[in-house]
């Protein structure tokens, strides 16, 4: 082959570990679990930043489908700190938002009841 039809492999300076594939060449798309740990964030995290329009998933998937990301936008992400502030407030308020419902469930209050009242 022609030398100048030669295509070469761009180097990447990634956490290899981060992307169980060849360790030469990162995948072109990432899971959840991979873009999570990428960025920085619990796997759990990754349908909230979707949700709040901050992480796009490739193609149009449907709601209950595996969500893929593309590794060069996850990985340009990663070092802009003003996408990070805001990722890390979006799930800060949401689990802020979840665990303030769990805990208002739990400290329900339940009345005695006496006989006069379930005679009424």
């Known amino acids: 082959m ?3 039809l030669q295509i070469s492999r761009p180097s990447f300076n990634f956490p290899l570990d981060a992307c169980p594939s060849d360790a030469q060449f990162p995948p072109a798309r990432l899971n959840p679990e991979q873009a999570a740990r990428i960025l920085g964030f ?3 995290d990754i349908p909230v930043l979707v949700a709040a329009d901050l ?3 490739l193609g149009k998937p449907a709601g209950n489908a595996v969500k893929y990301f593309a590794a060069v936008k996850v990985f340009a992400l990663c070092y802009e ?4 502030n805001k990722a890390t407030d979006v799930v800060y308020g949401h689990w802020k938002t979840k665990n303030a419902h769990k805990s208002k469930s ?3 209050v339940v009345l005695p009841t006496t006989e006069a009242s ?3």
């Not at 700190?81 to 990070?84: A, R």
Request: charged share 20%; net charge neutral.
């Open 106 to 108: 739990a400290t329900m």
């Open 55 to 57: 992480l796009e998933p």
């Open 42 to 44: 619990q796997p759990h």
């Open 2 to 4: 022609p030398r100048h």
């Open 118 to 120: 379930l005679a009424a």
């Open 81 to 84: 700190e003003k996408w990070l």
